[in-house]
């Protein structure tokens, strides 16, 4: 059975027809052709599927699209102002926290829910809070730094 | 993933007609479990009813020494809760520690203590607090809630509204985490309640369950040395990859030594 699921995808207003079964992944993918968000795992564990809907990283593997019927949902893809990066993107790129990329998206998009939520910010944290983001070449060191280095600028400090 | 129907219940009357009029129907509160669940047809349900848009099922409250969560708070918000940090810090930091941020962000504590996995963390909390669940129905004691692995006293058509938590003179969780999913391989929840000492262990057996002579010890004296020598046999305990029945049964002592130091702060 298929039905209309309309939302905002980075600031647009979309409409798809959905089975029940259809992942917001997968609306986004291959209903948008929002291909920046990927399926890593497909399991809820690696992360590389986190998008924010209503301000808030999930994991869209793991969310019906019905469930985002209305939401204002935010992927890679509306970060950047034209040519200028997110602050948190230009933080990965200036301190190399990428390798393959795969799991990049996923990384940005926790990593600015995870500034978003805290005042101050320190590698205990940011390590804790990456939890739910895999990645399989940095080995962290340079995404936990890419972090640290956005918070000041996303927070106005710098 | 096999398709189903999609439904979105506008009040708890509608979720309840709409799952017992479905041929096989479940509820969906965060889907944290069922959707991975339903991915890897474990389960096959005609109708997944979601519970999101229902007004009052979602709210935190502290009064008269009563923490009350509502069945569809997400764990980030018990997590992020002042209230709930000022009365039973011990709650907080245990929704802290589910899963990821991401996990927490939609995962529900109804959700999690409606499904009963052996490794969940807030059974442990339902017991170790003497929580009372609340359903659309009745209320049930925490102490005869979870009755098996993946089984609770919940009948069909019948869902978590919100579980009270009596706060506790002082109260702590420690968990050794499956380091890949954050599931826990022991978790043991200490609280000097009320009615005495209660000491609730999840993930190692098939559900959760209470240690009596650890209760008696910590009666006599709450302090880490009166559980350090208290073995529990292996015999019932889960035994898989991660962990053997008998390390489970050893990490049960050390983890309820660590969450009494814990709770003594």
Excluded: W
């Excluded at chain 2, 996995?117 to 009372?132: I, K, S």
């Amino acid at each position: 059975m298929t039905s209309t699921v309309s939302m905002t995808v980075n600031g647009k207003q979309v409409s798809a027809e959905c089975e029940g079964r259809t992942l917001l992944v997968q609306y986004l993918r291959e209903k948008l052709a929002l291909t920046g968000t990927h399926v890593g795992c497909d399991t809820s564990q690696c992360g590389a599927c986190v998008v924010h809907v209503d301000g808030i990283s999930v994991k869209s593997c793991t969310l019906l699209a019905h469930q985002a019927e209305g939401a204002d949902v935010v992927t890679i893809e509306g970060l950047a102002d034209g040519d200028t990066l997110h602050p948190m993107q230009e933080a990965f790129r200036e301190n190399h926290a990428l390798q393959c990329g795969f799991c990049t998206p996923g990384m940005v998009m926790s990593a600015i829910d995870m500034v978003n939520r805290h005042d101050t910010l320190d590698e205990k944290t940011v390590r804790h809070q990456l939890e739910g983001n895999l990645c399989r070449c940095t080995g962290y060191h340079n995404i936990v730094k890419a972090i640290l280095a956005a918070h000041p600028v996303m927070k106005g400090a710098a | 993933m096999y398709d189903f129907n999609y439904r979105k219940a506008s009040s708890v009357g509608d979720a309840v007609s709409a799952v017992t009029g479905a041929e096989d129907g479940r509820f969906l509160a965060g889907g944290m479990t069922i959707i991975p669940t339903i991915k890897q047809r474990l389960a096959k349900p005609s109708d997944l009813v979601d519970l999101a848009g229902i007004d009052g099922l979602a709210g935190i409250s502290v009064s008269g020494g009563v923490v009350e969560i509502g069945g569809m708070a997400r764990h980030a918000e018990v997590n992020a809760s002042a209230a709930v940090a000022d009365a039973i810090p011990a709650l907080a930091q245990l929704a802290g520690g589910i899963g990821d941020p991401q996990v927490r962000n939609r995962g529900t504590i109804g959700g999690s203590i409606a499904n009963n996995d052996p490794a969940a963390d807030y059974p442990a909390a339902v017991v170790g607090l003497g929580a009372t669940v609340h359903t659309n129905r009745r209320e049930i004691a925490g102490d005869a809630f979870f009755t098996g692995m993946f089984e609770t006293a919940l009948e069909d058509g019948e869902l978590v509204t919100k579980v009270s938590f009596p706060v506790p003179s002082k109260a702590a969780y420690m968990k050794f985490p499956n380091p890949a999913s954050r599931y826990a391989i022991v978790g043991v929840f200490v609280a000097a309640t009320a009615g005495g000492p209660r000491v609730a262990v999840t993930g190692a057996g098939p559900c959760v369950f209470r240690v009596a002579e650890m209760e008696q010890a910590l009666g006599g004296s709450f302090a880490p040395e009166a559980v350090a020598d208290i073995k529990i046999g292996d015999g019932d305990l889960n035994s898989d990859i991660h962990a053997s029945a008998e390390y489970r049964a050893h990490l049960v002592t050390v983890m309820a030594k660590r969450a009494v130091a814990r709770a003594n702060g």
